[in-house]
C-alpha cells in the first residue's frame, strides 16, 4: 500500500479568509482581465463603437482623473458595491491606454502588468530576496535605495549624450509628476527629502518654520512677494501634516466638506427666517455660523443608548 500522504493545511488566517469568500467571487481575475482587455479592443476596432476610435492618450486625460477622484470618494463612502464599480472604472481607463499603444506597436496590457510585477519583487528584497527589514521605515528606506539605483541604471539610456548624464545626475526626487496637484506634490517632495534623513527632528521645528513663513508673509509688500511668502506658508503646512502622519490633500478636503455644509446649513437657517442668505447683515451671519456649528456638533455626538428595560 502505497504512503499516506499528509495533507498541508493552509495557516489559519488564510483558510479564515478563504472561507468567508463566496463561491461566486473565487472567479480568476485574469480571466476577467483578458475578457475586458478584449472588449477593448473590440470597441476600438473599424467596426466598433465611434467614440472609442476617436479616443487619443491626450482625450483620455480628463477621464483618467475623474476616475481616480471618483474612486477616492467611492472609498470613503464605505459602500462596498460602488467602491468596486469606481475601481472598475478606473481600471477601464489603464486598459483603454495599453490598447491604444497596442495598435501604434509601443507596449500592451500584458507589459504593463509584468513590469508592475517585475517592480514590485524588486521593491521587496525583505520578502523576495535575502534583504532584511524590521519596520516601515527601513522598508520605505530600502525602496528609495532601490529606486535611485534603478534611475542611476537607465540614466544613459536616450537620446542625452553622457555628457548630459553626468551633469544631470539622478535625484530622489525624480518621478514626481509635475501635473500632481500642488498640495500632493509639495507632500511627495517633503516625504521624498525625509527618507533620506533631510527631515525636521521633531514637530516643534516645523511649527516653528511655519510661524516665520506667516511672519514673512505679513510683512510682505508687493503681490510678487505676496504670493511667494504664501506659498512658502502652504509649503509649510504641508510639510507640518507630512511630520504628523495626516495626509493634507485628504485633510483639506474633509474640511472643504465641513465648510461647504456649515454653509449650506446656514441658508437653511437663513431661508427658515424668509431671507436670503445674502440679505442677512454680516453680524448676523456669523450667528448663523455659530448656529450651524452647533447644529453639526448635535447631530455628530453619538446618541446614548437606551438603557434595557425589562417587560
Given at each position: 500500500?502505497?504512503?499516506?500522504?499528509?495533507?498541508?493545511?493552509?495557516?489559519?488566517?488564510?483558510?479564515?479568509?478563504?472561507?468567508?469568500?463566496?463561491?461566486?467571487?473565487?472567479?480568476?481575475?485574469?480571466?476577467?482581465?483578458?475578457?475586458?482587455?478584449?472588449?477593448?479592443?473590440?470597441?476600438?476596432?473599424?467596426?466598433?463603437?465611434?467614440?472609442?476610435?476617436?479616443?487619443?492618450?491626450?482625450?483620455?486625460?480628463?477621464?483618467?482623473?475623474?476616475?481616480?477622484?471618483?474612486?477616492?470618494?467611492?472609498?470613503?463612502?464605505?459602500?462596498d458595491a460602488k467602491f468596486a464599480e469606481e475601481l472598475g472604472d478606473l481600471l477601464l481607463q489603464v486598459v483603454f491606454?495599453?490598447?491604444?499603444?497596442?495598435?501604434?506597436?509601443?507596449?500592451?496590457?500584458?507589459?504593463?502588468?509584468?513590469?508592475?510585477?517585475?517592480?514590485?519583487?524588486?521593491?521587496?528584497?525583505?520578502?523576495?530576496?535575502?534583504?532584511?527589514?524590521?519596520?516601515?521605515?527601513?522598508?520605505?528606506?530600502?525602496?528609495?535605495?532601490?529606486?535611485?539605483?534603478?534611475?542611476?541604471?537607465?540614466?544613459?539610456?536616450?537620446?542625452?549624450?553622457?555628457?548630459?548624464?553626468?551633469?544631470?545626475?539622478?535625484?530622489?526626487?525624480?518621478?514626481?509628476?509635475?501635473?500632481?496637484?500642488?498640495?500632493?506634490?509639495?507632500?511627495?517632495?517633503?516625504?521624498?527629502?525625509?527618507?533620506?534623513?533631510?527631515?525636521?527632528?521633531?514637530?516643534?521645528?516645523?511649527?516653528?518654520?511655519?510661524?516665520?513663513e506667516l511672519g514673512e508673509l505679513r510683512n510682505a509688500q508687493s503681490s510678487r512677494q505676496i504670493e511667494e511668502e504664501?506659498?512658502?506658508?502652504?509649503?509649510?503646512?504641508?510639510?507640518?501634516?507630512?511630520?504628523?502622519?495626516?495626509?493634507?490633500?485628504?485633510?483639506?478636503?474633509?474640511?472643504?466638506?465641513?465648510?461647504?455644509?456649515?454653509?449650506?446649513?446656514?441658508?437653511?437657517?437663513?431661508?427658515?427666517?424668509?431671507?436670503?442668505?445674502?440679505?442677512?447683515?454680516?453680524?448676523?451671519?456669523?450667528?448663523?455660523?455659530?448656529?450651524?456649528?452647533?447644529?453639526?456638533?448635535?447631530?455628530?455626538?453619538?446618541?446614548?443608548?437606551?438603557?434595557?428595560?425589562?417587560?
Amino acid at each position: 500500500m502505497p504512503p499516506v500522504k499528509k495533507k498541508v493545511r493552509k495557516p489559519v488566517k488564510q483558510r479564515a479568509a478563504a472561507a468567508k469568500i463566496p463561491a461566486a467571487r473565487k472567479e480568476s481575475a485574469g480571466l476577467w482581465f483578458e475578457r475586458l482587455i478584449k472588449l477593448q479592443a473590440c470597441l476600438r476596432a473599424p467596426n466598433g463603437c465611434p467614440w472609442d476610435v476617436e479616443q487619443t492618450h491626450l482625450t483620455l486625460r480628463t477621464y483618467l482623473i475623474e476616475e481616480a477622484y471618483e474612486v477616492l470618494e467611492a472609498l470613503e463612502s464605505g459602500n462596498d458595491a460602488k467602491f468596486a464599480e469606481e475601481l472598475g472604472d478606473l481600471l477601464l481607463q489603464v486598459v483603454f491606454h495599453a490598447q491604444i499603444a497596442t495598435e501604434q506597436g509601443r507596449f500592451t496590457a500584458a507589459d504593463v502588468v509584468r513590469e508592475i510585477h517585475q517592480k514590485m519583487v524588486r521593491r521587496h528584497p525583505h520578502v523576495f530576496g535575502e534583504k532584511r527589514a524590521k519596520d516601515a521605515t527601513e522598508v520605505l528606506k530600502n525602496w528609495e535605495q532601490i529606486k535611485a539605483e534603478e534611475r542611476r541604471a537607465g540614466s544613459g539610456k536616450g537620446s542625452g549624450s553622457s555628457v548630459e548624464s553626468e551633469k544631470a545626475p539622478a535625484s530622489v526626487l525624480d518621478g514626481i509628476p509635475h501635473t500632481l496637484p500642488a498640495v500632493m506634490q509639495g507632500f511627495q517632495l517633503t516625504r521624498r527629502a525625509s527618507r533620506i534623513g533631510f527631515d525636521w527632528d521633531n514637530v516643534g521645528g516645523v511649527v516653528e518654520k511655519l510661524q516665520e513663513e506667516l511672519g514673512e508673509l505679513r510683512n510682505a509688500q508687493s503681490s510678487r512677494q505676496i504670493e511667494e511668502e504664501l506659498g512658502d506658508v502652504l509649503f509649510a503646512a504641508v510639510n507640518l501634516a507630512r511630520f504628523l502622519k495626516v495626509d493634507p490633500e485628504i485633510a483639506l478636503k474633509r474640511t472643504n466638506a465641513k465648510f461647504s455644509s456649515r454653509f449650506r446649513e446656514m441658508e437653511r437657517l437663513a431661508h427658515a427666517s424668509g431671507r436670503a442668505l445674502a440679505d442677512v447683515p454680516r453680524n448676523e451671519m456669523e450667528s448663523l455660523w455659530d448656529q450651524a456649528k452647533i447644529s453639526e456638533n448635535n447631530h455628530s455626538r453619538p446618541r446614548a443608548k437606551k438603557a434595557a428595560t425589562r417587560s
